[in-house]
């Protein structure tokens, strides 16, 4: 068994090679031993649209059941639903098999033992488990279907503010799970839809299911053109990230996202906490403070944030990636489809398009997120090196890899936590300046790249 598949907050490899049956089954195994320590007794399962889900859906359920779990089966569906369908049931836990944006040879779990998304230590947990083989044996369990989609509809439909106008949307499911949800609540809430994408299909035809990545948003971006369209969404492969383009076809990127939205929530709830992670611009910040929020800056990933959220009371966070965390009227966990449907809420009763609500935000001159390709044992390592680099004469914010900062702008360098790959970014008060940061970032990774290869 590959150690490395178990990472920060979620598991994931590549099927056949790191996901094997055997693997699969004792991780079902592993995981419902724990839930039925905490006490748990039924045990939700979603899956994506991938080519191997179903083979991995078999063999990870049939390791829940034999720990006498009652394992709820809610079929094909985004993760964001795997997450709703698990709270508003009341169910003991749950488990989205998804390789959410990766590529199609790869697949993955996301798991929750009660509310809460596990990550770090109890996912270290269940591979020591595993390892040992001290699994707990209590009978043969059952499994039983749940039509989770339209609970979810009625649930959103319910929330969403009617009235304002109508608004087109371009929306590209990327060949993923999204649209299973999103098209039904889009029309009950009188939207206009053009749809691209839609047809679920794990070997992702059309492009790589990943919304971060600016080549993959082309077709989105000329459609809305050609449509004239109010905006364009994109999701990831699960659904539980929001890439947006506005009506004039240009990017909205996670942290301009995070801030009109975080606007909307303060409107509502004044003082409220909001939290971005450590790559976002230091004008998400400095808005949510002149908004009368208060700004939080917290690690990257999904897990670690909604623990944060629940930690702080936070209302609303969000990632540069597109994970956008509602628990301002909402559930308090990363939802692309819910995200849509508030923005869309928000644009239908604003007199301005999205485009001219962007002019509002205040801004710096950022870089997209650069990758820097290390290997997997490395990346840590060659991060930290990074840090004692800075260190020596900037101050730095070390939550999540290390942030550096400068008079007239900052640098960041992480390790990223699902793939072998350090991610940079930069922003500065002028093009130059940024470009100089960046150019000292690269110069900092090749030396702790010679530091730690030796």
């Not at 920060?8 to 419902?32: K, N």
């Not at 063999?59 to 369908?85: I, K």
């Not at 390789?99 to 790869?106: A, I, R």
């Not at 339209?150 to 929306?171: E, I, M, N, P």
Request: include cysteine; charged fraction near 20%.
């Amino acid at each position: 068994m590959n150690p490395d598949i178990f990472r920060q907050y979620d598991i994931r490899g590549v099927v056949d090679v790191d996901l094997t049956g055997p693997v699969v089954h004792d991780l079902g195994r592993a995981l419902g031993t724990c839930a039925r320590q905490s006490g748990a007794a039924t045990f939700a399962v979603g899956r994506d649209c991938r080519t191997h889900s179903p083979a991995m859906w078999k063999a990870l359920v049939t390791g829940l059941v034999s720990t006498g779990l009652e394992v709820v089966d809610l079929g094909v569906v985004p993760t964001p639903l795997l997450y709703f369908g698990v709270v508003t049931l009341e169910l003991g836990g749950g488990v989205m098999i998804t390789g959410s944006h990766n590529p199609p040879p790869f697949n993955g779990f996301k798991m929750m033992i009660g509310g809460d998304t596990i990550h770090g230590d109890a996912i270290q947990a269940l591979r020591r488990m595993m390892e040992t083989e001290a699994f707990g044996v209590c009978g043969s369990g059952t499994v039983s279907r749940f039509n989770v989609v339209d609970r979810y509809v009625d649930f959103v439909a319910a929330d969403v503010r009617r009235g304002g106008r109508r608004l087109k949307v371009v929306v590209d499911a990327g060949n993923g799970v999204g649209a299973i949800a999103a098209l039904p609540l889009l029309e009950r809430l009188n939207v206009e839809v053009v749809p691209l994408f839609f047809e679920p299909d794990g070997t992702f035809p059309n492009h790589h299911p990943d919304p971060s990545e600016l080549e993959t948003l082309e077709t989105l971006i000329a459609t809305v053109r050609r449509e004239g369209a109010d905006l364009g969404i994109a999701y990831d492969g699960d659904a539980d990230r929001i890439g947006v383009v506005d009506d004039r076809g240009e990017v909205v990127f996670g942290d301009h996202l995070l801030c009109l939205l975080a606007r909307d929530v303060l409107a509502d709830s004044p003082g409220a906490t909001i939290i971005g992670e450590v790559k976002c611009s230091q004008t998400l910040f400095d808005d949510i403070a002149a908004h009368g929020g208060v700004p939080m800056m917290w690690k990257v990933g999904h897990s670690l944030i909604k623990a944060r959220m629940k930690e702080t009371g936070a209302a609303l966070a969000g990632e540069m990636s597109g994970h956008i965390f509602f628990a301002h009227r909402y559930l308090g966990f990363d939802d692309a489809i819910y995200t849509t449907a508030r923005l869309l809420e928000l644009l239908a009763h604003q007199p301005l398009p999205l485009s001219r609500l962007l002019e509002t935000v205040p801004r710096l001159h950022a870089t997209p997120e650069l990758r820097v390709e290390v290997g997997e044992r490395e990346k840590f390592a060659i991060a930290r090196a990074v840090a004692e680099v800075f260190a020596v004469d900037h101050e730095v914010v070390t939550i999540d890899g290390v942030r550096v900062l400068f008079d007239d702008g900052w640098g960041l360098i992480r390790a990223s936590n699902t793939q072998p790959v350090l991610v940079l970014r930069a922003e500065g008060t002028t093009v130059e300046r940024r470009d100089a940061i960046v150019a000292l970032l690269y110069e900092a990774v090749g030396q702790a790249q010679r530091t730690v290869r030796g």
